[in-house]
């Protein structure tokens, strides 16, 4: 509307400028350009058709009357546009909760088809939480449990989906611990945890990719096996084995923070 503004005001300004401006002549023109003023353009064409080929403003008559017709196709076009999308807008409104109401009953079939291993779950901005059960909760780590259900979960919600006839809905899916529950062969960390891109002598290593991780052994030394680095790591049973250094350092090995032996010896190969 605000284009459609500045084109009238300036055929306007252009007719009071070339035109010759008589009364009578002008009267029918006077009033369309009033009421193209006011805003109301549709008003004005009656009177724009009124004017006659030998009156000083039938150039610009016909002028204004093609453009506020080219507008009013345009407007008209841009109404429907507007009704199409709201109807668009109410649709994808319906088929998101036929989708939330597909996923609630999904979780709770996949709950009971892993009887006494899941026991609950949450939904939240397309993400679904499924809680481990007790037993579940006390063995491995969550990367663990993920890495072994995950994908599977995935490609199960997909076929269900599929079979309900619905649209393709990417999702996220997590597995989380029962609150409460810890395992006792992992570790936590109230200081933080420091990713082992460095390694000190007597420093103790863990592994995971969650605040809670499993403790693997303490680094004793360095050295070199055919030219590859390896670290001596004594570990829970208090045997010595040996870890591929690079492999370490780029891999979700950790030290905590509070570790002592940080920052006093690196680990020399020879």
Known sequence: MEKFIIIISLI???SSCSSNKDNKANENFNIAEQYIEDMQ???????????KPNDPNYKEAKELLNTIKVFSIKEEKEETEKKLSKNDE??????????????KKWAKSLI???????????????????????????????EVHEKYHIDGFLDNYYEQ????????????IHLKKKDGISNPNLC?????????EYVWVNVTLYYGTENEKRYVGKVIKG??????????????????????????????????KS???????????K
């Open 41 to 51: 353009p549709q008003k004005a064409i009656p009177y724009l058709k009124k004017i």
């Open 12 to 14: 306007i300004l252009f």
């Open 223 to 256: 050295t070199k096996i055919d030219g590859v680095k390896y670290l001596l790591i004594k570990i829970k049973s208090g045997s010595i084995e040996n870890k591929d250094y690079d492999y370490i350092t780029h891999s979700a090995f950790y030290i905590k």
């Open 188 to 196: 936590s960390s109230t200081s933080g945890w420091l990713p082992a």
């Open 112 to 142: 009971k088809s892993y009887d006494g291993y899941l026991t609950d779950y949450l939904i939240k901005d397309n993400v679904i939480t499924f809680i481990l059960s007790k037993e579940a909760s006390e063995s491995g780590t969550i």
């Open 90 to 103: 109410l649709f994808s409104k319906e088929i998101q909760e036929k989708i939330i109401l597909f996923q």
């Open 161 to 172: 989906l599929k079979k309900e006839k619905l649209p393709d809905h990417k999702i996220v």
């Open 259 to 269: 570790d002592p032996y940080i920052k006093t010896k690196l680990i020399n190969f």
